[in-house]
């Protein structure tokens, strides 16, 4: 049986009244302005709301009307609306869409959906938000949360944000065509969010179909005594992450230990509060190369000894692994070599894999040992969105496989793949196309197990919603 799309609705309508409010339609109400409208929505696409905020009121700042857009070079503009997205386009198109506007429509914006797509960078999003928005004519603008929160919720089933426009044209109440957009974003941003939907506190939960969702993981009960939680995370960039809510994350996760690989920094170029944790003790192993590589090692517990490198110049002069030695573990702490687009690196990884390989036998010979880091190996198909398309490049070439294939039938155990059966399940985003709020991703971050130490595997996860750098933490709960 298909859902009440009235109830829905109405129940949403109610919800996001405390939610913040798209930009777009913000920047509709605060000005009746369709000019404003038009490139405050060509900024907006692809791009978050607060960034073309602060964009629109530059540019409006400079240019209030068409016949003052006109006045504004590419160059100029480029700087102006920089840093939204594309913002190179972008630009070449709001140099173009003056010009165009005033041979063929006396400077005035379009009032119909032909004119609106005869306009540079226009297709048909923005000109049925603009249709909508600034002229209050019936238009579905077809967001990509509006595309995905149907398609969850089982009213359309589409493969494309056209179709979806198409089929809601024929189902939905003309009345609620204006308004969806608007309600769906803002639920889409806040609660039913692309990555780890808040379904623990939807107002929808007990309705909602949830149709291919992999729902947000509630936060872990506290850990049994005797099991430590691990926690490895490549923050691509220390110095980055800390400004963009690491200690907030940091916080919530309450590693007992935790291995930052990327860390692009010495000890010392860091804020006072990265060198000396407060409630960890800290270790650093960086590159030589200032801004390059490195990795980190947090831990509650003071370890018994630390070991910097691996024993060959070529790896450890890159600053890619760090071990701590516990009582009864040891916590290798690795950032493995990426095989570059050319896969020129390719076999200075495969290196680095067999040396890393001996150097965790040996170890795993004396105590248990956990290989934690950003592997920059996708194992099977199941690790990664596109596998088909990806068979020969960097991350996932036979060559690359063929080594883990090795690894783990040496019995190294990787333990999310151990906990976890399921599908879409990523610890790596292209920053490229909004691939993170589209979930085409990669799982290249593990916590691999010695084969002998099998039982202390308690639990393993990947906290998709912890933000901050391209990959994100990924999790083992270990007896120790
Ligand atoms: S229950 Fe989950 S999937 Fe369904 S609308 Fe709410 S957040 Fe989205």
């Known amino acids: 049986m298909g859902i009440d799309i009235e109830y829905f609705i109405e129940i949403l309508e109610k919800e996001v009244k405390d939610y913040q409010v798209p930009v777009v339609d913000l920047i509709a109400v605060q000005t009746k302005d369709p000019f404003k409208v038009l490139v405050a929505t060509i900024l907006s696409a692809r791009t978050k709301d607060e960034v073309t905020a602060e964009a629109s009121r530059r540019l409006f700042a400079r240019a209030d009307s068409i016949q003052e857009l006109a006045g504004l070079d590419e160059k100029e503009l480029q700087k102006i609306i920089y840093p939204v997205g594309f913002y190179k386009n972008k630009a070449k198109y709001l140099a173009a869409l003056s010009q165009k506007m005033a041979e063929d429509f006396s400077s005035k914006v379009p009032q119909t959906m032909d004119g609106l797509l005869s306009l540079p960078g226009v297709g048909r999003k923005t000109a049925n938000l603009v249709l909508a928005q600034a002229f209050g004519i019936p238009a579905i603008c077809v967001d990509t949360h509006v595309h995905r929160i149907m398609n969850i919720w089982g009213y359309v089933e589409t493969k494309t944000p056209e179709q979806t426009e198409v089929v809601l044209r024929k189902k939905l109440a003309e009345k609620h065509w204006i308004p969806i957009n608007s309600l769906l974003v803002a639920f889409g ?3 039913c969010r692309p990555v780890g939907p808040h379904c623990d506190r939807c107002v929808l939960e007990r309705e909602c179909p949830k149709r291919n969702v992999t729902p947000r993981k509630q936060k872990k009960p506290n850990r049994m005594d005797g099991v430590k939680r691990l926690v490895s995370w490549n923050v691509n960039g220390l110095r980055a992450v800390f400004k963009k809510g690491f200690m907030e994350s940091l916080a919530e996760m309450d590693p007992d230990v935790l291995g930052l690989q990327e860390i692009k920094a010495m000890a010392e170029q860091l804020p006072e509060i990265l060198q000396n944790l407060p409630g960890y003790h800290s270790f650093f192993f960086s590159a030589v190369r200032k801004g390059y590589s490195g990795v980190a090692t ?43 687009n050319d896969l020129s690196r390719l076999g200075f990884k495969h290196e680095f894999n067999l040396l890393l390989q001996d150097f965790a036998e040996d170890l795993a010979a004396r105590k248990s040992v956990v290989v934690c880091g950003d592997f920059n190996v996708a194992h099977k198909e199941i690790d990664l969105a596109n596998p088909r398309q990806n068979r020969k490049n960097a991350g996932f070439t036979p060559e690359e496989c063929a080594w883990m294939d090795r690894y783990t039938e040496a019995g190294w155990i990787d333990s999310f793949r151990l906990k976890n059966k399921g599908p879409q399940q990523y610890s790596w985003w292209s920053y490229r196309s909004r691939a993170r709020d589209r979930n085409i991703g990669w799982r290249i971050d593990y916590h691999c197990v010695d084969g002998r ?20 933490p990924v999790v083992l709960d270990f007896v120790c």
């Open 298 to 340: 947090y831990s509650k517990e003071k370890p018994l000894s630390v070991i910097r490198g691996i024993g060959d110049s070529r790896f450890d002069d890159e600053g890619r692994v760090l071990t701590l030695e516990f009582n009864n573990f040891y916590f290798v702490n690795c950032y493995f070599p990426n095989s570059k």
């Open 453 to 472: 130490s099998l039982d202390r595997i308690v639990d393993a996860d990947i906290y998709q919603h912890i933000h901050g750098s391209d990959h994100c």
């Open 189 to 191: 941003q806040g609660t």
